[in-house]
């Protein structure tokens, strides 16, 4: 009966342990990456439906709060999985596209999102003017 007890013990320290080391890079993996390629690949589309506007001698749409403007919305789906907030300004001349976090889905928890941003400047011709970057708003990982 020991030695069955041992065994079991070790196998689940076993167990425990590599869970413990591989359950934030399981998570990265499952949940933070498809997330973030959801909130490129969104602002991609936003920014190309803006060119579109931009071609046409349109004013730049701007909106806030995942709010799109008609102009937009028939080009572009926001995803129904929403974590993040959606907008659009101009700031110094240059329209800024940009997703930030919801304050309501951060959280402690395993599949909370981290609070993070991703911009994505084009200038007054539609062209990526200073680049595209995840910015980190707390500690926690992006």
């Known amino acids: 009966m020991e030695r069955l007890l041992i065994a079991v013990n070790w196998t689940l320290g076993t167990i425990f342990l590599f869970s413990g080391?591989?359950?934030p890079f399981l998570i990265n993996i499952t949940y933070i990456i498809p997330t973030k390629m959801t909130v490129e690949r969104t602002i991609e589309e936003l920014a190309k439906a803006e060119q579109e506007l931009n071609t046409?001698?349109?004013?730049?749409?701007?909106?806030?709060?995942?709010?799109?403007?008609?102009?937009?919305?028939?080009?572009v789906s926001l995803p129904s999985e929403n974590d993040y907030y959606y907008d659009a300004f101009i700031r110094n001349g240059v329209l800024v596209l940009r997703a930030y976090s919801q304050p309501s889905k951060i959280q402690k928890s395993l599949f909370a999102i981290r609070p993070g941003l991703y911009e994505?400047?084009?200038?007054?011709?539609?062209?990526?003017?200073?680049g595209k970057k995840w910015i980190a708003l707390s500690e926690r990982s992006m």
């Open 56 to 75: 046409l001698k349109r004013p730049f749409a701007l909106f806030s709060n995942s709010s799109l403007p008609v102009e937009l919305s028939s080009k």
């Open 21 to 23: 080391w591989g359950w």
């Open 120 to 130: 994505y400047w084009m200038d007054q011709a539609g062209a990526l003017s200073d």
